[in-house]
């Protein structure tokens, strides 16, 4: 089996998928725009062969990179980057070279545009917020009798919470006018709910082989848009609605052999067209890993190994890795910097008083500072009571 791992160097954590592929027998070969030399070593034994570009945006020289692994090692079974960015890409290449493990380009519009997922959640029963294009002020107001304030704008093709906003009466409206992007924004109806994600590890019948809930306190568009520091963590069961609701999304949306993040509001009240209290509404899909570290907090939270049962699909179509009965809350907990970030404790007394309880701990790379923070501290515990008490400690 040959498969191609776009950009296997980011997030640098990645390589551990190719690893778990090579230790299953499987042909990983690389196409990026790093050196090879500057790969890390884990990285560079797990791959068969490394194909260096001058710019993953250019896709005549990523075709090219492509077809002559094609040449070399026959058919290609797989061609995935697991990456947001290059989703349209990685399915564009495999429409190219009739790559059928994943996705085609016919219908990757339906799983980048949010304006186009409404239409699967609906079809899948699903509730979810209402949403319309607002490409002139005038639509927005029209839509904005139906919803009222407050309501969010962002992207219809965006990663995270980029470039998203929360707007609360007219004078919001008017300034993000004064100043829209070229870009095409959808805007939203506001859902007062916890911000909850569902992911699973999908097999060739959309079936799950692994599932997991995080919980996001803050939801990440407040993190950079008000400064905030990023606290979430990875919970060590799955509530069965929150199952229910994963599911039907994945098999709405048609999606097969992938790792998914599914974003869900969890209703802090009754409304109208969305559900009572405590169920789950859609709030957009996303086919590839959860961001940073998530994937490793899985790893610690269900003591298991999520690269492993991602290539046991690849290879398989099974899950290989045990299950665990041994579960823990997994924890992030940013620190930012600046005059606005001033905390009670040291590092120091940190790493005395949670050292033990402490798995990852690192400065970010500063193109992650916004959203993570500049130095992040990751720990496990039993409860959500120590959980939310180590928050409080790191971050107060």
Known sequence: MNFIFISPNFPHTYWNFCDRLKRNGVNVLGIGDAPYDGLEEGLKGALTEYYKVDSLENYDQVFRAVAFFSFRYGKIDWIESLNEYWLEQDARLRTDFNVTTGIQSDRIGFIKNKSLMKQFYIEGGIPTARQSKVTTIEAAREFLKTVDYPVI?????????????KLKNDADLEAFYAKLPEVPYVMEEFIDGDLISYEAILDRDCEPLFEN???????????????LNLKYYVAPDVPEELREAGRRTCKAFGVDRRYVHLEFFRLRRTRKGLGTKGQYAGLEVNMRPPGGYTPDMMNFAHSTDVYQIYADMVAFNERRFPVSDDQYYCVYAGRKDGPAHVYTHTHEEIMERYGSAIVMQEEMPPVNWPQMGRVMYTAKFRTLKETEAFIDFVQG
């Open 153 to 165: 704008v962002k992207p219809d093709v965006g990663v995270g919470a980029a470039d998203t906003w």
């Open 213 to 227: 809930m995080t919980v996001w306190p803050v939801p990440v568009m407040d993190i950079v848009n008000d400064d």
